[in-house]
């Protein structure tokens, strides 16, 4: 039977089946949770969860190398779709992050201690990662994630990136101009010649979306991995009955591990610390529940950025292809593709700067990095938190020696300067002269 | 015109080409150890932190005994005007008779964050200003500010316009009213505080990837114009000096780029005369020395309409707009630059010395 489905259709599906093998496992995680049998089964539900993933991508690409070239896909209903899966799969999250946060008890026992320790390090480092993977991705996209480390290997890593997009390109317009040749290709039908899948992954690697695209997996897989890292470490409970009866009643089991880490690191450095502090549960509660919005509010940003990046490069090639076959038409033309190439960077880049000037494309970039802010803020905050218990420097802490230091410098300098002007307005050359000699010889760099 | 059958029955051999260009390319940049920028010879003669000064040693005959102070911006380093000995701003103004000193701002680090505007223009200026005074034995001196660092340039002229002789400013933002910009634009919709509370200094790294997004297809211009040279060692090398300077980035100061942001890009405080150092209100008015203010007609990063207004907005009577043909780094390494602009420079400096 023939499969009429589009790229974009075929995308989605896919898409809507990741995520809904996504929440059905994420539901059966947490069930397990509640009633114990997850501690036993460790992350098995994970592996399987990742198994389907994979399952549903590969078939996804060969569905859509079928679609590739019959190319059916209209560019907007494409771009449109993408827009609004991005959305759904970012309210999924939402809602998946609001199952995560529900009530919580309190409980502590004070056998655990060692325990406590490494399920907390593991709850850190997955909890770390995903706000590390956030930040880098949107910091420093692909081409720039070693940026400073050596200027010619990253010449060639953009060398290569450079490449990749042109080859993108010109296999793309490849069908459309042999149609130019052969006099079949109509200026007004860009989109049957033009494969969408092929003219966004351009689009991906120019403006490095290449990780932006992935950044809701990243988010995805990082509270994934925080949920299974979780079960990990649960493992070596599997002996102390109490404590798994009080992890059965919690309904939030990866915030509870958070509340409880905290606590047990305090205990376990109570004989350390001048007095043991209350638990910050409730504050802790508040600052993961923040962070969930902000990651949401970074997401509809970001797509919200991708898809008027995509919505400008369609409009621009479909004028560009237009005015291209125009020029064969009148047989007129392109020296060669690289000149071809050439045009369509400065027309491109033309509009593209045009869409960067409007206020819609401001904004969303805005919120972007205001959300990225956020959530740097609140990881900061939490990890204060998590930190507090240890013979360690907080951050707090260092900004207050760096404040003192910065405020001593300036008072030095200020003395300096009014003890030369002083002295210089006594009259008393010599005073004045030793001064700025003083100065002057502080001020001057030693040789080693 | 080529044959649109040619050309695309040779798309395959085209890509193939490039990919042969690919692989001497990594086999030539593997093989590259070092990339000199910056060699113009110079001595150290004050320091601050991290923050120091230098003088350049040049063994032309000076036209000038009024010193010349170079502040360049926080944004990047002072490298891009003595990027290679035969483009090279720096070499150019010695040659024609100026006695030289430029700041080096260092790269701060965590401990530095606290380090604000008003230091920046009453500790580490003025604290170069008077190094370079007592180095020279003059009690006034030139000020050359670029971009940023001619932002400094006019507020610390301003605020002290009895220590400076002359001021020369170079692509330098004064009035950001305008939308012209994208950095100007973008700015506006980002909440400073929380992206400086958040990260107490901002990074090098944040801030080149704004910058390579305002000409989003420059980048794989360079990359096509880069595989047409890469097996021409000179041209590589020029290549490659350039992205030498561009990746080094340093990070800037927090609460100095609070400041900075909120005060002028946002709120436009200094064209007002409404932007405080300290105690201290800033009135452009203040500034009556001579004043040659430079613009570069292309520049995407600091606009012509966020330079030009100066030259309304100051006190001195003896000023002079200087438009240049070209981009932002144009003005520094550009053909026109060294024959044109620097020449232009040096005679305005001399003939008020």
């Known amino acids: 039977m023939e499969n009429n489905k589009t790229f974009f259709d075929n995308w989605v599906e896919t898409q809507n089946k990741m995520m809904d093998q996504w929440n059905s496992t994420l539901q059966k995680g947490m069930e397990s949770a509640r009633t114990n049998d997850a501690f036993q089964a460790g992350s098995d539900w994970m592996k399987q969860w990742m198994s389907h993933q994979q399952e549903m991508v590969n078939k996804f690409k060969e569905a859509g190398k079928e679609q590739t070239e019959k190319n059916k896909a209209g560019m907007n209903s494409f771009l449109d779709g993408w827009m609004e899966n991005q959305r759904h799969l970012s309210d999924t999250f939402l809602n998946s992050l609001k199952g995560f946060s529900g009530p919580y008890m309190n409980g502590q026992s004070d056998n655990y201690f060692e325990q406590m320790r490494n399920a907390g390090k593991s709850w850190m480092e997955a909890f770390n990662t995903g706000a590390k993977n956030w930040t880098d991705a949107y910091a420093r996209p692909a081409a720039w994630a070693e940026m400073a480390q050596k200027t010619t290997s990253d010449t060639y890593r953009a060398m290569k990136s450079g490449f990749e997009a042109y080859s993108v390109m010109a296999r793309m317009w490849k069908p459309m101009m042999d149609k130019m040749m052969t006099g079949e290709f109509s200026g007004n039908a860009t989109h049957q010649f033009i494969d969408p899948a092929a003219f966004k992954a351009y689009l991906d690697k120019l403006f490095n979306f290449d990780h932006g695209t992935a950044l809701l997996q990243q988010l995805m897989g990082s509270w994934m991995k925080m949920a299974a890292e979780m079960q990990d470490s649960n493992r070596i409970f599997d002996n102390i009955d109490a404590w798994k009866n009080q992890m059965a009643a919690f309904g939030n089991p990866v915030l509870e591990l958070a509340n409880r880490t905290a606590d047990g690191l305090r205990q376990m450095l109570a004989p350390f610390t001048k007095l043991a502090e209350q638990p910050k549960a409730a504050k802790v509660k508040e600052l993961v529940e923040q962070l969930g919005k902000e990651y949401n509010n970074a997401y509809h940003a970001l797509t919200g950025l991708q898809y008027l990046i995509y919505k400008e490069g369609a409009a621009t090639l479909d004028a560009f292809v237009k005015s291209t076959a125009n020029k064969y038409a009148d047989q007129e033309g392109y020296k060669d593709f690289n000149d071809l190439y050439s045009e369509w960077l400065k027309e491109s880049g033309a509009a593209f700067e045009s869409l960067f000037h409007t206020d819609e494309y401001s904004r969303l970039q805005g919120e972007a990095v205001n959300a990225q802010s956020n959530i740097k803020l609140a990881t900061n905050e939490l990890t204060e938190i998590f930190m507090e218990p240890f013979p360690v420097l907080l951050r707090s802490q260092a900004d207050e020696i760096y404040r003192t230091n910065h405020d001593l410098k300036r008072r030095v300098y200020e003395l300096e300067k009014e003890l030369k002007t002083r002295t210089a307005k006594a009259g008393d050359s010599a005073i004045a002269d030793k001064a700025s000699k003083n100065t002057a010889a502080a001020n001057r760099p030693r040789k080693s | ?353």
């Open chain 2, 1 to 353: 015109m080529m044959n649109m059958a040619d050309q695309f029955s040779n798309a395959a051999e085209i890509a193939a080409r490039m990919a042969d260009k690919m692989m001497a390319g990594y086999q030539i940049l593997s093989e590259i150890d070092e990339i000199d920028v910056a060699t113009a010879e110079k001595e150290l003669i004050w320091q601050l932190g991290r923050v120091k000064v230098y003088h350049y040693i040049s063994s032309a005959p000076k036209k000038s005994q009024t010193p010349t102070l170079i502040s360049y911006a926080l944004v990047n380093r002072q490298d891009m005007m003595d990027l290679q000995p035969d483009r090279s701003y720096i070499r150019n103004l010695l040659n024609l008779g100026l006695d030289l000193y430029i700041i080096d701002w260092g790269y701060p680090t965590a401990a530095d964050k606290y380090d604000s505007l008003e230091d920046y223009i009453e500790m580490y200026l003025d604290g170069a200003v008077d190094a370079v005074c007592e180095d020279s034995g003059q009690s006034k001196i030139n000020l050359m500010g670029i971009c940023q660092g001619g932002t400094f340039s006019v507020i610390y002229s301003a605020l002290h316009p009895e220590k400076i002789k002359n001021l020369v400013t170079l692509v330098t933002p004064i009035d950001f009213s305008t939308n012209d910009g994208l950095l100007i634009r973008w700015s506006k919709d980002m909440d400073i505080d929380a992206l400086v509370d958040a990260n107490g200094n901002i990074s090098g790294d944040f801030l080149n990837v704004g910058f390579a997004t305002l000409k989003p297809m420059m980048q794989a211009g360079k990359v096509m114009n880069l595989m047409s040279i890469i097996d021409d060692k000179d041209k590589l090398m020029n290549y490659l000096r350039m992205e030498k300077w561009i990746n080094d980035s340093p990070d800037q100061a927090g609460e100095c780029y609070r400041q900075f942001l909120k005060d002028l890009y946002q709120e436009n405080k200094l064209a007002n005369n409404e932007l405080k150092i300290g105690r201290r209100t800033v009135n452009l008015k203040d500034i009556t020395m001579p004043v040659m203010n430079v613009y570069a007609t292309e520049d995407h990063l600091v606009p012509p309409a966020a330079t030009i207004p100066l030259n309304d907005l100051i006190g001195s009577k003896d000023k002079s707009l200087y438009k240049f043909p070209g981009g932002h780094i144009g003005v520094f390494v550009g053909g026109r630059s060294q024959k044109e602009l620097a020449p232009a420079v040096a005679e305005f400096l001399i003939s008020r010395d």
